[in-house]
């Protein structure tokens, strides 16, 4: 299994405050993605990297911002945390290589109070 | 827009009988299909992969079959067993674009002893 380690494992905030969510990976993975998972609607992409400084937005990026400064590091950061942005965090590594699967951290639960 | 759905939420199965989960997709640039197994409080791990130029792939107890036709895949375990309670994720990969996973919203499997 990759290591992918997220940080913190739990976290409750309030409302308008900033968040900075953090995954920290062992594989030297080129690629890592935030997912966010609600009821109803699975897993939904937030934002990606294929490479230090280099990232890309994913299908529900708003209110969302990411940096990769290293290969190891992807952090996710809520500018101004809203309710609608309660939900549980995964990050998620891959080599990018064709017909490969992601693997994934354990999660983030964040509730914004 | 849902590209991958799974449209049971839940299912019921008696031991050592089969379970029988399905995913339907639409967009017929996915060509990589995976099934992901997760239990509460852990993040998502990889089961069992199908790679569009093939319509089945076995692996043990889990079988996955693709229908392109259909735009349907389904994952057939047998025979079921109580550790294999958990939501079960459908996600596919496009073949161009970004290396992304789309995953559909999850079926809770529950295996009763």
């Known amino acids: 299994d990759a290591g992918i380690t997220q940080s913190p494992r739990h976290k409750v905030t309030e409302t308008g405050t900033p968040v900075t969510l953090r995954c920290h990976q062992t594989e030297n993975h080129r690629y890592m993605y935030w997912y966010r998972q609600d009821p109803g609607h699975g897993l939904r992409l937030i934002h990606y990297s294929y490479g230090v400084k280099d990232t890309d937005k994913g299908e529900v990026s708003d209110g969302y911002s990411v940096s990769r400064s290293k290969t190891e590091d992807f952090l996710l950061t809520l500018e101004s945390a809203t309710s609608s942005q309660t939900s549980v965090y995964f990050c998620a590594t891959g080599t990018g290589q064709m017909n490969t699967e992601a693997f994934f951290g354990q999660g983030t639960r964040l509730t914004v109070v | 827009d849902q590209q991958v759905k799974q449209n049971s939420p839940s299912l019921s199965v008696q031991e050592g009988r089969i379970s029988i989960l399905n995913c339907d997709y639409t967009n017929s640039m996915f060509d990589y299909f995976l099934w992901y197994k997760k239990y509460p409080a852990e993040g998502p791990t990889f089961l069992i992969s199908i790679s569009s130029i093939k319509d089945k792939n076995e692996d043990g107890r889990f079988t996955v079959f693709l229908n392109k036709s259909a735009k349907h895949l389904s994952l057939h375990i047998v025979p079921s067993q109580p550790g294999d309670s958990a939501v079960y994720f459908c996600?596919?990969?496009?073949?161009?674009?970004?290396?992304?996973?789309?995953f559909g919203t999850g079926t809770r499997l529950t295996v009763i002893p």
């Open positions: 996600a596919a990969r496009p073949r161009t674009g970004a290396n992304n996973l789309f």
